[in-house]
């Protein structure tokens, strides 16, 4: 059975290699969620995984979920803005589980628990919304990634303003917002270490490497061309480390992905026939949401699908103790 790795909003649920997430929950830290959905502001500053506590403008963790994000100005820098996400989303999350915002989920989530601030912290700020701030460690230390001051505002508002039942239109506004925060400085020819140094329209291709491991920043796949550039031996891990080869940063832009899974036959192609594909319609099947046109993968079915519950009663109760 296929162990597709899909939504960087869902946390602990899934897994994660290369391109998907896994989180490491060490620290059991937690806020409690009152009646209206607001943290209590009873935790010190969480750390990230270098240790970083929460700098450069981001906003507290003690921020009720229904708070504008708190930058106003255009001082943001990679790390203020990396963690400010991270509390924008999980504010989010908050009050689409326990709020007014979106209301508490049809099939319940736990009444009264205490919301895991820390973790989600941490897998928000490393992952970013849609995985948009995937590589930002290397972005923040590399000095190849700048900061669009203007996209990054528009990310945490359209973020702030995200709704539970989320429409294919509404993701992909955000989406793009998110990705264009984070810019890679490096062009074609350039050698890289990830994606997210390379300019749009480009990857860090690793078959193109200079013995260091290091890659080069190379022109997208068009359509039709192979993308199996990855190869780790396991199709699970590869097909969405793959997808950076056909849109940049596997964020849908240009709208094409590495199809690499036959729905009607419920198999993985041979690596010879991932190709590059357009995105697919609504009702028809998905890895991942940059494989669908203007919805977004269901991670209950892998169909496309609009709107979508965004943070499904599952991730609420993930990060909550009863």
């Known amino acids: 059975m296929k162990n597709l790795r899909l939504f960087a909003f869902a946390t602990c649920s899934f897994t994660l290699s290369a391109a998907c997430l896994v989180v490491a929950c060490g620290d059991d830290t937690i806020v409690s969620v009152d009646a209206g959905g607001g943290f209590d502001g009873s935790t010190d500053a969480p750390s990230s995984n270098d240790g970083e506590a929460l ?12 708070a504008p994000p708190g930058l106003v100005d255009a001082g943001l820098t990679l790390e203020g803005y990396k963690n400010t996400v991270a509390n924008t989303l999980c504010s989010t999350l908050a009050n689409c ?9 049809d099939s319940g989530a736990v009444d009264g628990g205490t919301f895991n601030t ?3 912290l941490d897998i928000y700020k490393r992952l970013g919304f849609e995985q948009s701030n995937l590589g930002g ?25 995200l709704s539970c ?3 294919g239109t509404e993701l992909a506004q955000a989406r793009t917002s998110c990705f264009e925060a984070l810019r890679g400085k490096l062009t074609a020819g350039q050698t890289c270490k990830d994606s997210i140094e390379c300019a749009a329209g ?5 078959k193109q490497a200079d013995g260091g491991g290091n890659g080069t920043c190379t022109a997208l796949k068009a359509q039709g061309e192979g993308c199996s550039i990855w190869d780790t031996g ?12 056909c849109s940049w940063r596997s964020s849908g ?24 594909a357009p995105a697919v319609n609504i009702g028809d099947g998905c890895n991942s949401t940059p494989w669908c046109n203007a919805s977004i993968c269901d991670p209950d079915d892998y169909t496309c699908k609009t709107p979508v519950q965004y943070f499904t009663t599952f991730v609420c109760n993930d990060l909550v103790t009863p």
């Open 137 to 161: 460690s290397l972005a923040v230390n590399g000095g190849n990634v700048e900061l669009d001051q203007a996209k990054a505002l528009d990310c945490l508002d359209r973020l702030n303003k």
């Open 165 to 167: 039942s989320l429409s």
């Open 253 to 276: 832009t240009p709208p094409l992905h590495c199809d690499s899974y036959d729905f009607q036959n419920q198999v993985y192609r041979a690596r010879a026939d991932w190709k590059c």
């Open 202 to 206: 480009l990857f860090c291709n690793p």
């Open 234 to 245: 396991s199709d699970d891990s590869d097909q969405q480390t793959n997808e950076q080869a």
């Open 118 to 120: 820390n973790r989600c």
């Open 97 to 105: 589980c326990y709020g007014t915002k979106g209301g508490v989920p």
């Open 55 to 66: 700098e450069d403008g981001a906003v507290r963790p003690d921020a009720k979920p229904d």
